[in-house]
């Protein structure tokens, strides 16, 4: 998860204890790059395409660590500026509102179609593809389950 103007890192646990999962908190370091999914798209292939100047050093090292080298995607700034990172995977189509030559060659070289729409509006306030979407194939556990789980620990 990412934290930074928006978020705290103390958030990193109620996420692990909410979730059952383990969480590595990234910190954010550019404002423009406020939240998760605006510096970092896990893409369906396996690979990570991430924008390395929007987290600290230590964030880019915890990405470094965990992430393979064949498997990480570095978005230049111009792209960051476009929010390549705020994509939509539907399978191997990349739905993005802008990208550049560079990041779309090595997306299409890695078996990417990349789509880009023009989202103007939606950038100027701080979103892109992704923060227009609403995932319906997810199930979520109700809020009184959680709440029943919480009385019996």
């Known amino acids: 998860m990412g934290y930074g103007p928006r978020s705290k890192e103390s958030a ?3 996420v692990e204890e909410t ?7 990234l910190e954010l370091a550019d404002p423009r790059f406020y939240h998760m999914d ?3 798209a896990a893409l369906p292939g396996g690979e990570v395409m991430y924008l390395p100047g929007a987290f600290t050093a ?5 990405i470094r660590e965990r992430v393979a080298p064949r498997e990480r995607i570095e978005i230049a700034i ?3 500026h476009r929010l390549a990172a705020n994509t939509v995977a539907l399978g191997n189509t990349l739905i993005m509102s802008g990208c550049g030559r560079r990041l779309r060659a090595e997306l299409g070289g890695r078996g990417y179609k990349v789509v880009t729409t023009p989202l103007p509006s939606f950038l100027r306030s701080g979103g892109s593809a992704f923060c227009l ?10 809020v009184s389950a959680l709440a029943d789980a919480a009385a019996v620990a």
């Open 12 to 14: 990193a646990r109620v």
């Open 19 to 25: 979730f059952g999962q383990d969480v590595v908190a």
């Open 38 to 40: 605006t510096a970092l």
């Open 58 to 62: 230590a964030g880019r090292a915890a």
């Open 78 to 80: 111009a792209d960051g």
């Open 133 to 142: 979407t609403l995932r319906l194939d997810r199930r979520s556990v109700p």
